[in-house]
């Protein structure tokens, strides 16, 4: 399985993990309805949201755990 990591899109993320979509709900970068997120790459989700580099960080290590 390729590794997940910031500068993939949200979409890229979902196709490898589906289950992820409460994980990035929880974070704020993801919602059913959103367009933007296909184009979007997590780094760009969560910078949007002010997120931090070690916020960052942290969010794509829960998603390997996944």
């Known amino acids: ?6 500068d993939m899109t949200v979409v ?4 490898l993990k589906p289950h992820a ?9 993801y919602s059913e309805n959103s367009k933007v997120q296909s184009m979007e ?3 760009e989700a ?4 002010g997120m931090s580099a070690e916020d960052i960080d942290g969010l ?3 998603l390997l755990e996944l």
Request: glycine share 4%; with cysteine; proline share 3%.
């Open 46 to 49: 969560c910078e949007a949201h």
């Open 60 to 62: 794509i290590e829960k």
């Open 1 to 6: 399985m390729p590794e997940i990591h910031a």
């Open 12 to 15: 890229e993320v979902l196709e």
């Open 21 to 29: 979509k409460n994980l990035l709900f929880d974070f704020g970068i």
């Open 41 to 43: 790459t997590i780094r």
